[in-house]
């Protein structure tokens, strides 16, 4: 078991960070990191102590003062040195430094500095660094106007906002799930199952590949193209290319869960009975249906790229959604005598229950062919 430590472990890319490693409960055992322990060194390096690898993602993005944004940037680094250093320990350090590195900014070089503390301290001490030369992030619970451009395009066409573009930049991007997944292959490389560093001491820099390279505009083209076929329509649009797929599935987990409700299908009626459109899209997938005796619930998992329309042709149903590492249940109910359609977004855990008293009958699309050794589904009850 190997016990991993994440700085910032409540901020966007640790959350996924965590999400992703959470998949792996035989392998790695998160050990609870709190941004007050910064401010408390006896806290920190009991945390620290306990670490055998430590990502070291906490700091500061944005601030209103330069001179600020660079010197909290490095205190963060500073202080993680200084408790290795106290307690002796030689935790497999990854950092995340940033692309901005090569910009002439407070940003970038905070961040260059740190990784070059960060390594030098690897070098004294016979220790394991890597410093991730990361490119832009985007993905779903992104802060908007902090973490990306993408967050901020996705809240405003979501909460009916007209984005706007200062500077159309070529803008290098990787989905922050990938990013995650690299993060892991990387731990894995160097470290056995139980936790023993198998490598021998090492400071390296490491660039991450991005997932793609985008203007501002051609973004925001895409961005809004799906405002207008998903959000406005329903039509599900083309999901073949993995860079867009993850961009659609990031635009709608933009929308505010409390917003989510069932779709009326348009019926067509005559003499033979009832005809309706379930789903019309750009993309291929998987149809399927399923009969659901009364009383009882279906799923309780969550998918980190499948995206999923649940149609509802016979019966009552009650479909729950929560989103992962949060509380809050959502409840939308379907009837057969009114047929309509629910979407699932990624990274909400879901069940579908048989209210009623008859066979409950749902039709399913998704995105993709089911594959047995990547099935991307994670249980968890709602």
Request: net charge neutral; hydrophobic share 30%.
């Amino acid at each position: 078991m190997i016990k991993i430590g994440i700085t910032g472990q409540r901020g966007f890319i640790g959350t996924h960070l965590t999400n992703h490693l959470n998949h792996y409960p035989k392998q790695f055992q998160i050990v609870p990191f709190e941004d007050r322990y910064f401010e408390n060194y006896s806290q920190l390096c009991d945390w620290v102590r306990q670490c055998r690898v430590i990502v070291h993602l906490a700091g500061v993005n944005r601030h209103t003062d330069a001179e600020t944004l660079y010197r909290e940037n490095l205190d963060l680094t500073q202080k993680l040195i200084d408790a290795c250093e106290q307690t002796e320990s030689k935790p497999y350090i990854l950092f995340s430094s940033s692309i901005q590195e090569e910009r002439n900014n407070h940003y970038g070089n905070a961040k260059r500095e740190a990784r070059c503390r960060l390594e030098s301290w690897a070098s004294k001490n016979n220790a394991q660094f890597s410093g991730l030369i990361i490119p832009n992030v985007f993905g779903p619970f992104g802060r908007p106007f902090y973490n990306s451009v993408v967050a901020t395009f996705c809240y405003q066409l979501t909460h009916n906002q007209t984005p706007s573009i200062d500077s159309d930049n070529q803008l290098k991007l990787i989905y922050v799930g990938n990013l995650a997944k690299q993060i892991i292959q990387l731990i894995q490389t160097k470290c056995s199952e139980n936790g023993k560093i198998i490598s021998e001491p090492f400071a390296e820099t490491k660039t991450i590949p991005h997932d793609a390279t985008i203007s501002v505009t051609e973004l925001l083209k895409i961005l809004q193209n799906y405002k207008h076929s998903y959000l406005d329509k329903g039509n599900i649009p083309s999901l073949e290319n993995p860079f867009e797929r993850d961009l659609f599935n990031t635009l709608v987990c933009y929308r505010e869960l409390s917003t989510l409700k069932a779709i009326p299908l348009t019926l067509h009626n005559d003499s033979r009975g009832d005809y309706a459109e379930i789903v019309r899209f750009g993309s291929s997938g998987q149809v399927s249906f399923s009969t659901t005796n009364p009383g009882i619930t279906r799923g309780n998992h969550y998918h980190t790229r499948k995206f999923e329309r649940f149609a509802i042709i016979r019966g009552s149903a009650r479909i729950q959604l929560r989103q992962i590492g949060t509380d809050k249940i959502h409840e939308i109910e379907l009837h057969g005598n009114h047929p309509s359609y629910v979407d699932i977004p990624i990274w909400h855990t879901h069940n579908i229950t048989n209210i009623g008293t008859d066979t409950l009958l749902t039709i399913f699309w998704i995105n993709e062919h089911f594959n047995p050794d990547n099935s991307d589904t994670f249980f968890e009850n709602v």
